[in-house]
């Protein structure tokens, strides 16, 4: 029986599939046989001819004769009643999660008294007829709470109404995986959603997750740039969707330059990554820009104690285009400027600091493909100034002191990317085209107002195309083919006769007063996966590569690469790869105009080996185990101490910068992805980074005894590193989570520290410091910390506020960053050496409220 019929209606349910409901019988009013002889006049009596006839049969025929007669004759109509109005009205609406607006395609509808259940459509929209009068409708959905409405439905009249249901979970733990290829490399670790969102300690940065993978060390633990097997940091690439990053945090340890909303999945290549990225001995981290959500109009605004930032997505479905902005600003400069100078001393130079940054995309279809233009940029300004001084020059009556004075450093970047999609050739083309502007500078100035009277930055512009396309060879093969152009124009800018804080004067005949560099990198690759059997999947490729600083110098490298994965049995995986890897000189961050101007002094190049094996035990769990050894052939790694002499010296080293090393290490993984209400991992890293170097040794009397050449630690090396993450959400909204991060302490090398000593005495028996061989060097502390995440999300009408605290070092733990030799008084003429650790507890407490429209 339908809802309709079964309250007494005539209409039925004019929209939604009907589930459970059984097909009435179709029932008509009782009729009465008087009611259908009303309006007939009785038979006249027979007097002849038939009558005569009928009156001389006998009685009992006769009877049958007459009755005979009166069906067969015609009479008038049935007796019809007027048709009665109907007494129905409709109750129209939606059915959505509360907060998200999410349709509830898979909600069920039912009206009390009616076992008929009706399911709304694939936008949650639905339709009842119902008699005038109140009813009850209970609305279920998997994962929300069922919830009753009262609804009064006037005769031929329409109820507008929306449905929301709470969620049982506010955001819960789902991983949805849109197109998610199949593992080709040797090690990938794709992190999706939450995972890179609500890593306790990570501030919400997806970017910043990879500081707790396995493989990772750190310049100070839970900030900074990755260190991935033993690599600089400048070995390491960032990208966004095939667009390399030129700088990753605001201020070298703050937030990510791009927002979280516009990332939705992280994959980190430590070793032997696909043969598409060139031009880089370390790890990959490609951060994946989540795809335009076209079903409705989204938006997110986040406020915490440093800085605010938006976003907004804005589909149209008449024309096929998303478009997506969104910004940052920070506060931080007015908050660390009344931090720092409300605990300076009296006197003291001011500090100022500020960033920014921005995102926005446009996606539009064209016929079979798609256009993406993704423009980004980010900004940091770090300054001190020092105090106003009043009064007069001495010895120049009337002419005043100069005012405040003071400078610091910017870092600026800009990217503009146009990327095409579209099927050609039965496979898929990508083409690229990105333009950019870099700028890395010191600059000092003088006011109030202030006025810049003084700079040395380094500025870049760049022009860069890639084409990719892809496609199978029948059901075991694919081939992907490529390549990538980039043109870039270096410039060392350095004006004003004043010097930045803390620098000396820059002379007219400086070399780096001149424009630097102009640079071309281009390269083309290709690559075949093939599948001999279900259980093999063979990855060879090359690469070939061509880097010129147009007018002086043309170095070429040639780069084979293989991974093969073998699947023994259905949950677990052999897997090893190989390859050759080249770059250009790095020093400890990636610098505009470095990187071209670096190739006169030749291409860095290694080796990684990879083997590995990979275990399901559950479709929940995965663990893993790999191993690598990453020969340096050859190495130049310029420290800022040494890219400063060679600025000193016009360009020209002092002796070859080339150097040579190895790096080996095992990796152990367990994680539990996401979903089930909860994530995550645990990772154990085995770390060993050497280089060969020329050290210099002294005696006890602290004279250079002279130079020679020794296998060390190098400087970013941590042989042990433990991390442990989990995030659980509960009930009514919360989620709590912990990290767990262990590491033993980097070697003295006097590049990221102080120069280390050792005690000696002089020549009249008194305590002394001297300096100590690199190669005898100790090293700092090891050191753990605990990170702590909660939050609690309400899901309003059309909003999901979420307010969290995210704190890193919990356990205020101290890191020790250098040692300082110093000596103390001991006595009359007498003291005593002291070392001293220096370090202090690194605690950022993050409060933040986050609005998800």
Known sequence: MSVSKALGGSGGILRGKRTGARKADRKSRDESPDEGLAGSEPPPRCSGGPEGFMSRLPLHLARWAFTLGLLLAP???????????????????????RGTRRPLA????QVSGVSEVVRPDAEGRFVLQLPAGTHSIEVRAPGHKPTTFLETVSQGQQVEVIYRLDPLKVSPYETVVREDRPRTEVTRIRLHAQEVREVPGTQGDPFRVIMVMPGVASLASGLGYPVVRGSQPASTGFFVDGVRLPMLYHLMLGPAVVQPEFIDAIDFFPGTPPVQYGRLLGGIVEGRVSRPREDRVHASATLDLINSAAFLEVPFASTGTSISVGGRMSYTGLLSSLLVNSLSKPGSNAVGAEFWDYQARVDQKVGQGRLRLLALGSSDVLASYAPEEEGEIPGMPGMPKDPTNG?????????????????????????GLTAGIDTVGIFSERGPPRVRIGEFTLRQKSLAGRLRWKRELGSTMQLTVGADVEQRRGTVVATGSEAPAGSQYFSEDDPLTRPTSDARTSGAYVELQWSPSPRWKVVPGVRADVYQLLGEVTRTALEPRLTVRHALTEAVVLKG???????????LLQLPVMEASGLRFGLQEGLQFDLGAEWRPHPAWELSADAFYNPLRRTVEFSLQQLLD?????????SDPAGSGHAYGLELMARHALGGDWFGWASYSFLQSRRRVRIERYDDQNQLLGTDHATVPFAFEQAHVFNAALSRKFGNGYTVGAVVHFNTGRPETGELTPQPMR???DSEGNPQWVRQERSQAGRLPSFWRVDLRAAKAWALDDLVLEASLDLLNASFQTEVLFYEYTSEPAGTDKS???RKARGFPIVLPMLGLKGTY
Not at 407 to 431: K, Q, S
Not at 577 to 587: D, S
Not at 646 to 654: D, F, K, N, Q, S
């Open 75 to 97: 009479h008038a109509p049935l007796a019809q009643a007027p048709p009665e109005a109907p007494r129905e009205g409709q109750v129209r609406g939606t059915v959505r999660a």
């Open 106 to 109: 898979d909600a069920a509808l």
């Open 407 to 431: 400078g610091g450093g910017i870092t600026r970047f800009h990217r503009m990317d146009l990327r095409g999609l579209h099927p050609l050739a039965d496979g898929e083309l990508e083409v």
């Open 577 to 587: 790869g190989a390859g050759l890897f080249h770059q250009p000189p790095t020093v």
């Open 646 to 654: 060679l600025r000193r010296r016009g360009g020209v080293a002092a």
């Open 759 to 761: 005690a000696s005495q």
């Open 832 to 834: 005593s050496l002291v």
